[in-house]
């Protein structure tokens, strides 16, 4: 059953008591994203667990899935994209122990004991945004234009170009004949 998201959370608090948050979260508010989608409209699912591991690392595991709205780079339309991310935070409290954590985490250093849930998520999604959005060229407005493979172009038709120091050959024959 989906936990109501709360908009602050303490996620050592949340790994001592292993918790599982799951829901939808809107995409409103997420202003940096927000820059680069079309529009708004719709939600994350969120399924975030959190626990500590055998060597004692606080620890979040989860996934997300939305379907942004980004712009298509051939026609500049919006393009209905589904981003699915999984996420593997370990938590610590300094860069030089975010270093020495175990690969299979990414380093998420708390400077505070609260974190804004919605920046969270909003940074987990960036990240997984792809680096060119389009459509299907079936699907897109603008069409691609295929690379004609060199037999199928025609050669080009050669013809003969008058020489433009001819006239002045012509002028010199005639001042040397005078």
Not at 11 to 23: A, I, K, M, N, T
Request: aromatic fraction near 4%; hydrophobic fraction near 40%.
């Amino acid at each position: 059953m989906p936990t109501r998201l709360l908009e602050y959370i303490k996620p050592l608090s949340l790994c001592d008591r292993g918790e599982h948050l799951q829901g939808l979260m809107p995409l409103t508010g997420m202003a940096r994203l927000a820059d680069v989608l079309c529009h708004q409209n719709g939600e994350v699912e969120i399924d975030l667990a959190f626990d500590i591991d055998a060597q004692g690392t606080k620890f979040l595991k989860g996934h997300l899935k939305a379907c942004l709205a980004l712009e298509c780079q051939r026609c500049m339309k919006a393009v209905e994209t589904v981003i699915e991310t999984d996420i593997s935070l370990g938590f610590v409290d300094t860069e030089t122990v975010g270093k020495a954590l175990s690969s299979e985490y990414e380093p998420y250093i708390l400077s505070e004991p609260t974190v804004i849930l919605r920046e969270l998520v909003e940074d987990e999604l960036i990240l997984a945004l792809p680096i060119v959005a389009f459509h299907a060229e079936d699907e897109c407005e603008v069409k691609i234009q295929q690379h004609q493979p060199e037999e199928d172009i025609p050669p080009p038709v050669e013809t003969k170009k008058p020489n433009p120091f001819n006239a002045l050959a012509a002028l010199k024959k005639a001042k040397s004949d005078d």
